[in-house]
């Protein structure tokens, strides 16, 4: 099988395996204990923190570790609702389910929630976030990279405008940490995740900007500054940091590589197949995305097509797939059903090579013929 899915998760790689087992096997210690068996867990609790806040230009009291992208948004986006008690919070249409259904969930327990438009290429633009800010705005939740078009957020511009007004700004960087440069200048919160940058399932974290007060979602034994109570999980977040460290130190060059397979993938596909388009914008998008639509055929067809010849992509993004309901990304976009319903997401990653590629290139077309001969909808 060719893995085309490195959006959805990334295999952990053999030098962050390697760095976690210690801590598997004899280094188990609770970190909090007070005794001997504890000291190489905090060291390394510790260590791990200060390698992922360097990444991001931040201080270490920044991190919180948590379990998940899911978590670091709730604990985002409920953490500032709890802890201003009321408000108006504005969320961009296209974010993930964690962040739409938290938001939605606020808006039925007394918060006034509203969704940010986007453009066909499914881009925010700042001046509609300064046209509904208002008074009692608390806090502006827009992404970094869109995990299923891959579109790259003006996000510097938008925490600028909410520096200005006062108002805390959360960006989800799941799709674009390590991946791209982030800025933290104007971001008073930040979601980043491990597995989906080689690194084990399990840890990812928020960076909480120094004076940012939130309100924990988990009380137990004050863990994380009191901010997220549980004994931390040690060897995924110290295999967080290692896959950090790898990822941070190829940034530049893996970037370079990838966009180089994703032009290629999307030139080819556009020219050559009848009726193709690109979802999302042709340079504002992170250099491991292509989404690509087919008229007459579902990306589902294709999908399971494809995965007959030993190819693996997706059609939106892996945790909405089964809904079979045309994607809210691309549907915010303004594609039609039908549009919509023919996307497919393939995403490249660090053991992506071109004969991979060049074999997707001779499939696809071929896959796109077959399903469009027995289409009804010609
Ligand atoms: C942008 C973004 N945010 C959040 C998540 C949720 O990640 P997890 O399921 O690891 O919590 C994902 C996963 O696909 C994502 O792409």
């Not at 500032?80 to 962040?99: N, Q, T, W, Y």
């Not at 940034?251 to 979802?279: G, H, S």
Request: with cysteine.
């Amino acid at each position: 099988m060719i893995y085309f899915d490195y959006a959805a998760t990334t295999p952990v790689d053999k030098r962050v395996i390697k760095s976690m087992i210690p801590f598997l096997n004899e280094k188990f210690g609770n970190p909090s204990s007070m005794h001997s068996f504890s000291s190489d867990t905090k060291k390394a609790l510790e260590k791990s923190r200060s390698i992922i806040a360097k990444a991001i230009k931040a201080n270490p009291e920044e991190i919180v570790f948590t379990s998940s992208a899911t978590e670091s948004n709730n604990m985002a986006l409920k953490g500032i609702a709890f802890a201003k008690k009321s408000g108006h919070i504005l969320v961009s249409s296209i974010e993930h389910d964690c962040v739409l259904n938290a938001a939605k969930w606020l808006g039925k327990n007394g918060f006034e929630v509203e969704f940010l438009p986007v453009d066909k290429y499914g881009i925010v633009d700042p001046k509609e976030v300064e046209k509904r800010i208002k008074k009692n705005t608390i806090l502006v939740s827009v992404m970094h990279v869109n995990n299923e078009v891959g579109t790259i957020q003006p996000i510097e511009a938008i925490g600028k405008i909410c520096k200005k007004n006062n108002i805390y700004f959360h960006s989800d960087a799941a799709q674009s940490f390590s991946k791209t440069p982030i800025n933290i200048t104007n971001i008073d919160l930040l979601t980043i995740s491990s597995q989906k940058i080689y690194g084990p399932k399990g840890a990812a974290a928020l960076f909480i900007k120094d004076g940012v007060k939130i309100e924990p979602l988990l009380h137990g034994g004050g863990q994380e500054r009191g901010l997220r109570s549980s004994t931390e999980n040690v060897p995924a977040i110290v295999g967080f940091a290692k896959a950090t460290e790898i990822a941070i130190s190829t940034m530049d060059k893996e970037q370079e590589r990838l966009t180089k397979l994703r032009d290629k993938i999307i030139e080819k596909l556009t020219k050559e197949v009848p009726n193709c388009y690109l979802n999302g914008h042709k340079t504002k998008r992170i250099s491991n995305n292509i989404n690509v639509r087919f008229s007459h055929i579902e990306g589902e067809a294709i999908l399971f097509m494809l995965n007959s010849y030993g190819i693996a992509v997706s059609t939106a993004s892996a945790c909405s797939s089964p809904k079979l309901e045309p994607s809210h990304v691309l549907s915010a976009m303004g594609l039609k059903q039908e549009e919509a319903h023919g996307s497919i997401r393939i995403s490249l990653g660090r053991m992506t090579k071109e004969s991979e590629v060049n074999y997707l290139l001779k499939v696809l077309p071929e896959v796109v013929k077959k399903l469009r001969d027995i289409s009804p909808h010609k």
